[in-house]
């Protein structure tokens, strides 16, 4: 059973950076998608980035342009490089492989 950890999470100012990790415990198949999702409070969890088997991307319309989906295959790792961050960019972020789900990091964007 594939294990997946979040890290990278943080406290930013507006218009900083970040960059989250998503670690695998096992081996990320390159033949699976994975995803990142975000949850605000009071909000339903979102679609903000995936990456698919291909390398093929897709992104949330209020992240593109700002947010970038990559995968180190050789780390099992799966990254999202988040720029210009705002406000509301402020959620829990979870990596997602399948029915697998991290635990979440907390990112929040405040001056």
């Known amino acids: 059973q594939v294990q997946l950890v979040e890290s990278g999470g943080g406290l930013v100012q507006p218009g900083g950076s970040l960059r989250l990790s998503c670690a695998a415990s096992?081996?990320?198949?390159?033949?699976?998608?994975v995803a990142w999702y975000r949850q605000a409070p009071g909000k339903q969890r979102e679609l903000v980035a995936i990456?698919?088997?291909?390398?093929?991307?897709n992104y949330a319309n209020s992240v593109k342009g700002r947010f970038t989906i990559s995968r180190d295959s050789a780390k099992n790792t799966v990254y999202l490089q988040m720029n210009s961050l705002k406000p509301e960019d402020t959620a829990v972020y979870y990596c997602?492989?399948?029915?697998?789900w991290g635990q979440g990091t907390q990112v929040t964007v405040s001056s």
């Open positions: 997602n492989c399948g029915d697998v």
């Open positions: 096992g081996r990320i198949s390159s033949i699976y998608a």
């Open positions: 990456i698919r088997s291909g390398g093929g991307t």
